[in-house]
């Protein structure tokens, strides 16, 4: 009983604060999301060990998994069953050479892997930190041989992986430290990687090694090149029909060309020049990505930090999407965005303008001089030079235009020129994306998964609007890791509809959607909006754009339960079961209510006697009376305070009685007789000694009240966090009768009337 009392005096302390709109409207605990079906974690150590997912194998349905000294092979239907795992530190006299030379024992002189990449059939390449001596092995990740019928051998045994190679320098493949990222691509076996390949971390490059050609690099120390470049990701793309016409794309942000990230592209054709640039990339452009907010004033918001950045495939508009999560550097306001590019955009930045430094300034312009030919950045032996093979081939005066003037003129600016999603002074940033198509009954949404610098995803959707900026709602905030976590990678398998996301602590696996999580009602699923999520006449669940059941309501946009809930009961949200409490005068009462969703608004009304329902008046008596995020609190109760409060809430105009309470304020009189002296500041519960109310009840009523603490108690215990209550009013409902029971029987006992 006392624990109970206990409870209810916790919700006042997390009240008055007003937490930064907007708010996901349903938050899941890393508990929560456990005892949900839909989730798994793993981790080999309760130690940040850094894991990054570094590459997904789809067809053969693994993931694999750097950290420190260990890579695993994960199976990407539940990464919990049957992961394997590989041991490779690094040797002692590196980490002891590491040691000496001043680095960090236990982040930076261990081997972090950061390459794993698929090389033929059998073997994948992985190359580690190497406590700041990078290595590199092949790794077997075959299958067993096992003898069949007629003694034909089938590769259909169980699953192995173990080092199968002597190692090797991995110099120009990985960066010496763990905490400067290495991005990699293995094409015709052959690795791309952009790292540092010093152990000072000066000489950045991106480098062609594994290679029985000549390896080949970006110009060195050249900044108009690279300029202190932090590599996010690398991804090769098709232009056109010719697959000699494919390049590479590497994403990175630089710190010294105007703050503005960057990007850009080579080929594999590429061999290096043959008098200048030789062994050096002859192909090489980069072009600037802005992303960045047009205010009313005139004033432009650059985010200007390049994150993370996602790829997705898209049928309508047709051609591939690139989304850009992107940080501010400004000191003034801590902010992130979501952009959104259009391949063909970028495309077209890199076949217009060069930049060209000019004039007594020394002003970027456009380049207005002869271009040479072939365009410098086409590709040997591609659409527009098929007589060309190698770029050993190029004229002079190509390969020293690409020297000069590997930057285009023209910046890639996003869909629409805004931000997809921004978000300013939240307490948080987006560091990482992930986005799926879904089609829902209204249209197809594209769904985004945002990784926080507090080691949260938020799944949000951006609904078209007329504003300069679109209208986000964040449907759901998953708390995938245990405790708060920075650098989140995220890898997406829309065909198993799961997202898989590493941190310095583990990996977790979850699924793209938890229908049932937003409630049972009808109303309930309608509100969250959830283009995977459905009400099917029964619950919420998940909606199959091909599925002919006819009862299925959904409304991504609008989110009206008046339209699409007609029939399934909608009246019953304007009632409430009417509830008893008491209040002791001169001190404070509190009336519970906890809306659905902390999206929507309260209101509090109150009827006295038989008189008009009136507004409780927040303003006039803001001394006294404050609605909070969990109820409205009283601070010294009134004999005037008596009457039926309603709590009112109203979720995207849609509106419900959460709760309706009877607030009897009992006199001091009334309250000396019940209770022995020690009294708390709230009220009747707390001033009443939980004996003295245990002893006024018979045994069996003392069951049920001891049930509802018991499962107040467990509902409070999930509902750490805003999320859809459980049947928090049917159990107060339980409790009303009891309370009324014992109201006459104090009667009969002849207590002092209030
Ligand atoms: C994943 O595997 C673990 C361990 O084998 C098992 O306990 C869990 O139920 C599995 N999860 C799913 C969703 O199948
Ligand atoms: C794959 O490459 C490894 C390492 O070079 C080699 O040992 C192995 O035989 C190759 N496997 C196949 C099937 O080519
Ligand atoms: C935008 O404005 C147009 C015309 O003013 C209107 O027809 C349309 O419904 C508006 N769209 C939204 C999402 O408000
Ligand atoms: C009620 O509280 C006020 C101040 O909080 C105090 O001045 C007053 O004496 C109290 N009245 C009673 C009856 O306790
Ligand atoms: C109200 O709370 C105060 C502080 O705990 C207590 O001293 C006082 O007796 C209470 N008043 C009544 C009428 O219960």
Redesign the pocket.
């Known amino acids: 009983m006392t624990l109970c009392l206990l409870a209810l005096l916790l919700l006042l302390c997390c009240s008055v604060s007003s937490l930064p709109p907007p708010l996901p409207r349903v938050f899941l605990s890393f508990e929560e999301l456990q005892a949900s079906q839909a989730f798994e974690h793993y981790r080999i150590s309760d130690k940040p060990m850094d894991y990054r997912i570094l590459h997904m194998d789809e067809d053969q349905d693994r993931m694999y998994v750097g950290c420190k000294d260990h890579v695993l092979s994960m199976d990407i239907n539940n990464i919990t069953h049957g992961s394997l795992k590989v041991f490779w530190p690094a040797s002692a006299s590196k980490i002891e050479e590491c040691q000496m030379a001043g680095k960090d024992p236990t982040h930076g002189c261990g081997n972090f892997i950061r390459v794993v990449q698929p090389y033929n059939r059998t073997h994948m390449f992985m190359c580690g930190s190497g406590a700041y001596s990078p290595v590199c092995v092949f790794i077997n990740r075959g299958r067993r041989p096992e003898v069949g019928l007629a003694g034909a051998i089938q590769l259909v045994g169980e699953q192995v992986f173990f080092i199968d190679s002597r190692s090797e320098p991995g110099k120009g493949r990985c960066s010496f430290n763990p905490q400067v990222n290495t991005v990699s691509v293995m094409i015709n076996q052959e690795l791309f990687s952009g790292m540092y390949i010093d152990f000072m971390g000066t000489d950045a490059a991106i480098f062609r090694s594994l290679t029985k050609r000549n390896p080949v690099r970006t110009d060195q120390h050249n900044s108009k090149w690279l300029s202190e470049p932090f590599f996010i990701d690398a991804h090769l793309l098709p232009d056109g029909t010719d697959p000699n016409d494919a390049k590479l794309y590497f994403f990175f942000r630089e710190r010294l060309t105007d703050n503005i990230p960057t990007y850009s592209l080579c080929l594999q054709n590429d061999i290096g020049g043959q008098r200048s640039l030789v062994n050096k990339w002859t192909t090489f452009l980069k072009a600037r990505m802005v992303c960045s907010v047009l205010e009313e004033d005139g004033t432009e918001t650059h985010f200007d930090e390049l994150e993370s950045v996602f790829l997705l495939e898209t049928e309508q508009p047709k051609g591939l999407l690139v989304f850009g999560v992107f940080t501010s550097t400004s000191s003034v306001f801590k902010g992130s965005a979501v952009c959104v590019y259009n391949m063909a955009d970028i495309l077209t930045v890199f076949n217009g303008p060069f930049a060209h430094r000019e004039g007594p300034n020394f002003q970027w312009v456009a380049f207005q001089g002869r271009i040479p030919y072939p365009r410098p950045g086409t590709c040997p032996g591609g659409a527009f030079t098929p007589d060309l093979h190698t770029t050993k081939e190029f004229p002079d005066d190509v390969v020293n235009f690409v020297r000069n003037h590997p930057v285009m003129f023209n910046p890639i600016y996003p869909v629409g020129r805004r931000p997809l999603v921004v978000r300013t002074n939240a307490g948080y940033r987006y560091t990482s994306v992930a986005v799926d198509q879904v089609l829902a009954a209204d249209g197809s949404y594209q769904v985004l998964f945002l990784g926080t610098d507090k080691g949260t995803v938020q799944k949000v959707i951006a609904l078209p609007s007329n504003h300069s900026l679109h209208e986000d709602l964040i449907l759901e905030e998953l708390e995938v890791f245990k405790v708060q976590t920075k650098g989140l990678t995220f890898e997406l398998f829309a065909l198993q509809q799961q997202l898989y996301v590493s941190s310095e602590f583990g990996v977790s696996q979850v699924s793209l959607h938890r229908c049932h999580a937003y409630g049972s009602a009808c109303a309930d699923c309608c509100l969250a909006r959830d283009p995977y999520c459905a009400w099917d006449g029964l619950s919420c669940s998940r909606f199959y754009p091909t599925g002919k059941r006819r009862s299925r309501r959904q409304d991504i946009m609008h989110g009206n339960p008046l339209t699409q809930c007609r029939g399934f009961n909608l009246k019953a949200y304007r009632n409430a079961v009417e509830m008893m409490q008491y209040g002791?005068?001169?001190?404070?009462t509190f009336l519970e209510c906890q809306p659905k969703s902390p999206q929507a608004s309260i209101r509090w009304l109150i009827q006295r006697d038989n008189d008009r329902r009136k507004e409780v008046s927040l303003i006039r008596r803001s001394d006294r009376v404050f609605s909070t995020e969990h109820g409205l609190l009283i601070r010294s109760a009134l004999p005037s305070d008596q009457g039926l409060y309603y709590c009112l809430t109203t979720e995207n105009g849609f509106k419900r009685t959460m709760a309706k309470i009877r607030l009897r304020v009992l006199s001091?009189a009334m309250?000396s007789v019940l209770?022995d002296k020690r009294?708390?500041?709230w009220g009747w519960a707390s001033?009443v000694h939980p004996k003295v109310l245990l002893a006024a009840f018979s045994p069996a009523e003392t069951l049920a009240v001891q049930q509802y603490c018991k499962e107040r108690n467990l509902q409070k215990k999930q509902q750490q966090q805003a999320q859809p209550p459980g049947p928090l009013r049917g159990d107060l409902a339980k409790l009303k009768p009891l309370l009324d029971r014992r109201k006459s029987r104090n009667r009969r006992n002849h207590l002092p009337e209030v």
């Open positions: 002791v005068k001169n001190n404070t001091d309250v209770t009294q708390s500041p001033s």
